[in-house]
DNA sequence: TTGTATGCGTTATCAT
DNA sequence: ATGATAACGCATACAA
């Protein structure tokens, strides 16, 4: 029993109570708050009067246990501190509060196994889950997805609902651009191997290469950071590409970074495009970059998981959710001399940049 | 009642119908899984052998009912999308999902209001509450943590439990810094009026400068955004201040922009510094930067929270946690030529890059 | 329009 | 070491 726990002075207040002071049922009070339509408006005055100064607040878990609904959502995502998911929570979370849904956050650091254990431990407690870019394999998904109504974004998998952003048309719009300007040979810098939206970007370039006559070259950012962008920066240049997309706005920005420490400009002497959008903008230059509207994008999914909810075992839908290529200010003609050329003799001219760059860093180690 | 919830195949499976398979009694089921140390091992074995058989996981609304305890807590933050929010709310949440806790998200929208909604709503289904630099009114606060247990990060309310990410005396040495040299008049860029870490980096700086000797102009931006960062880049350069401290690297990281767009270098002709640390590796040149190790003190938020919660009723806490002043590559001796002059002369030259902007909004508004 | 009675699934007390 | 049973606070079918 729950008794013992109420050592405290200030018990919660429950609907008994309030009944009691109220000279009401208990059932009155509950239908007060629920079915306020039933009730004399007089009564509800008087009840939700004591309510206000008693304090009263209805006990979700009651409730919940009751009612069989919880009126909870969960959200996991590979990594929130990716602008791109940030976004997208941002506007699933405000969708849900909208619709009367509170939001349980998961974390998954990109890792499967995590992912899995927020999975199991959040279902308990939601109507409904909303998987983000999982790195699930299928099956497992599958096996949650059997247990709790649950819909996936940005990822495939037949019989469970799912929110698709496809960027395949606005990649491909990317690579024609770039051979518009002139570029023969251009990169495309994955992301996590795992990932349905790199496949899909990988597949989007690589078809349209082939058919503009495009030399294609692959780089590999195994997850979508700044640091692993700008560790390809080296491969890119000696790849010969003059141009590259890199799976996300992130994996770009890292990029940039790395060609402007090799004293190489952009779009002057590499050409540059991302995907997403909320870095894109902050960037100087400003990065060209395939718009998601992530913060649209995680409202619908949270539309797209109350739909589900409501509609008890309707066949499984499949959003699709368009985006487009947004021309900023990070690509142009391929320069006439090869960036490798430049970059070799920027590491000449450009020492101080360098030797800053080391020194930060010591004073980095130092200071942490 | 909820049976009639159940016309569906697939009613979730309860210790009632494990005990009835293992051929004990609801007790031993609810034992195995909350105290096995009471129950002989091949008892406890049985009964997660037909637990784990039947896909049983236990009603979490159930536990919470006759526990008391939710096993959740509440984050609010004004903004999922800034990155020191974003890496704080990942700590915590880490640390949550480590010590058996599940997270609910509430983004506010940097209102009040939406505050104010959201604390009233979690509060019913969680054991306490972590609000971020809230903006709402001292009394308002301290009614909802009369009625749970809050803490608060970066806002000072004598009675609750607190964590404050001490940033003065890194803006007190950056200050310093800057004034080393050779920068005689400074600008601080502020953030939300309401702000505690706001008024806490203001006085600092005031204080700094005033005992340096420094010349102080205070610029507001109203939103910790990198578009009213950039909003104040010419009040900035009309100000005559050769080096800025912004209120955090959103912020600052807008500045950059702006300053690039005017054609000025940094930190050749201006300095610059931020804080927060998480954008400011990204940008190019790296942004010298306070650092806040927003991580850790997400789980550190947590840690406290926790202890507020199992420590029934023990005196307030005030947890201090340190920052660091890191330069990177964004400050230097003041230009011999006065920005402003630059700024004038860099529209001139550059106005292929402010026409390449005006195109690009153009692009952008029909995108979306 | 309101009151009465019952059940939601779990945990904890008291037996055995 | 295990079983029987009474709460936990609320929502609803049913009665009035």
Redesign the interface.
């Known amino acids: ?2 008794a013992r ?1 109420r050592d ?1 002075g ?1 018990a919660p207040v429950t609907i008994t109570q309030v009944a009691a002071v109220a000279g009401v049922s208990r059932a009155t009070v509950s239908r007060a708050f629920t079915h306020p339509n039933l009730l004399r408006p007089e009564t509800i005055a008087r009840v939700k009067a004591v309510a206000e100064r008693t ?1 009263f ?6 409730r ?5 609904r ?1 009126g ?1 959502i969960a ?1 996991i995502v590979p ?3 990716n ?1 791109f998911f ?2 997208l ?2 506007g699933a ?2 969708r849900a ?1 909208d619709r009367g849904y ?6 998954s ?1 990109e890792t499967p196994q995590l992912e899995d ?2 999975l ?6 939601v109507d409904g889950i909303i998987l983000v870019s999982t790195r699930l394999k299928r099956a497992r998904v599958e096996e949650h997805a ?2 709790r109504p649950l819909i996936l974004v940005n990822r495939e998998i037949p019989l469970i609902s799912r929110l698709l952003v496809d960027t395949a048309p606005s990649y491909a719009a990317a690579v024609e651009h770039l051979a518009a300007l002139g570029h023969r040979c251009i990169a495309y810098v994955g992301g996590p191997a795992m990932s349905w939206s790199n496949r899909q970007r990988g597949e989007a370039v690589a078809g349209t290469a082939r058919q503009l006559g495009l030399r294609l070259v692959r780089i590999g950012a195994t997850r979508p950071s ?1 640091e692993s962008g700008e560790a390809c920066t080296s491969e890119l240049l000696t790849s010969g590409a003059t141009a590259a997309l890199a799976f996300d706005d992130v994996v770009a ?2 990029i ?2 790395g060609l ?2 090799r004293g190489l400009s952009v779009p002057a002497d590499f050409s540059l495009i991302g995907c997403d959008g ?1 870095v894109a ?6 990065l060209s970059s395939v ?1 998601t ?1 992530c913060f649209e994008a995680g409202a619908r999914a949270t539309d797209l998981l109350i739909d589900v909810l409501s509609s ?2 309707r066949p499984p839908q499949r959003v699709r959710f368009a985006s ?6 990070t690509t142009a003609a391929p320069s006439l001399r090869p960036a490798i050329w430049v970059a070799s003799r920027g590491a000449e001219v450009g020492v101080d ?1 360098q030797a ?2 080391a020194a ?1 860093s010591a ?2 180690r130092a ?2």
Chains 1, 2 share one sequence.
């Open positions: 029993m729950a726990r405290a200030n304090g607040a209805p006990n979700a878990a009651a919940a246990l009751s009612t069989g919880a909870n959200l990594d929130i501190t602008p940030a976004a929570m941002r979370q405000a509060r509170a939001t349980f956050l998961g974390d650091d254990v927020l199991s431990k959040l279902a308990a407690q059997a247990r700044y920005q890292g940039m970074a402007a420490r909320e903008v902050k960037t100087y230059p400003p718009t509207h008890g075992g487009e290529l947004v021309l900023r200010a940049v800053a760059g930060m004073k980095e200071a942490s």
